[in-house]
């Protein structure tokens, strides 16, 4: 009784100008504008999913085992209930002898399916107001850090172009020596053209000037053409995709383009 009339907090404390809670982010209002049908009803839940890798031995031990839990929390309580441990639900805990990669969107499958199924709406008792409603939920954000956004998003985030927002505009360059990739002075293009560091000779790249703009900014519907024809991966390993590592990174096509929205 006293979880559930919380759940539509985000909806009766909303503030104008302050960001105190992901409602009110843009993301959320053209979540809302995009899908009316859910936002009419406020008690619809928005969800985040995180996962992270880590050894569940002693940090120093050589073996490669790897346990991958994969917890999902909602959005539509307090800042002070977002996110505590009452509210992130275990959804997975994926094990293995190393990283797993190649199968993780096998063991996501049943979660996919669970949230096509509460996007089309369950039948649900509202304790708080004594009535049934149809709930839905919504997979809002995927939160993780630089290394698991490519089991997840399914672009690689190794070799000359693991930038996920310059792809194939990468200004990537190999060092004399190490012959390794550099992505040092690539982020001088994404300021303002007034900028005074894209004309700092000294303090970056010797005696070079950036005069490049931001790479070009790639819609979902831009982003989904991509890789509409691109192989799930299963338990069975990676399939190399042709054009990997010359002009694009994509590993796989990630099990998340078959949520509906």
């Given amino acids: 009784m006293k979880t559930t009339q919380h759940m539509t907090w985000h909806y009766e404390n909303k503030s104008q100008g302050v960001l ?55 959005y539509n309580l307090p800042p ?21 990669k190649a199968s993780i969107d096998v063991y996501l499958e049943p979660l996919i399916d669970d ?27 995927i939160i993780n850090d630089f290394l698991a956004y490519e089991m997840l998003s399914g672009w690689s985030t190794h070799g000359r172009l693991a930038c996920p927002h310059c792809m194939e505009h990468s200004k990537t360059f190999t060092l004399n020596y190490g012959q390794k990739s550099c992505w ?4 001088r293009r994404f300021l303002a053209t007034d900028h ?15 005069t490049d703009r931001p790479p070009p900014r790639l819609t979902l519907s831009q982003v989904w053409r991509r890789v ?6 299963t338990e069975n390993g990676v399939t190399k995709i042709d054009g ?4 694009h990174n994509w590993i796989k096509r990630s099990i998340f383009w078959d949520l509906p929205y």
């Avoid at 509409?228 to 991966?233: A, G, N, Q, R, T």
């Fill in 244 to 247: 990997y590592g010359e002009w």
């Fill in 80 to 100: 002070e209930m977002c996110m505590t441990k009452p509210f992130m639900f275990l959804t997975y805990l994926i094990p293995g002898l190393s990283n797993s």
């Fill in 196 to 210: 005074p560091f894209r004309r700092n000779k000294k303090a970056f790249r010797k005696g070079e000037v950036e």
């Fill in 115 to 141: 949230l096509n199924k509460l996007w089309n709406g369950i039948w649900t008792y509202d304790v708080s107001r004594k009535q049934n409603f149809l709930m839905r939920a919504a997979l809002m954000w």
């Fill in 184 to 187: 040092f002075d690539c982020h």
């Fill in 20 to 74: 105190r809670h992901p409602s009110n982010d843009e993301a959320w209002k053209h979540f809302d504008r995009k899908h009316e049908f859910f936002a009419c009803d406020p008690r619809n839940i928005r969800l985040g999913l995180c996962s992270d890798g880590f050894n569940p031995y002693i940090q120093a031990s050589s073996s490669p085992y790897s346990c991958w839990p994969v917890i999902v929390t909602p």
């Fill in 228 to 233: 509409k024809d691109y192989p799930k991966v």
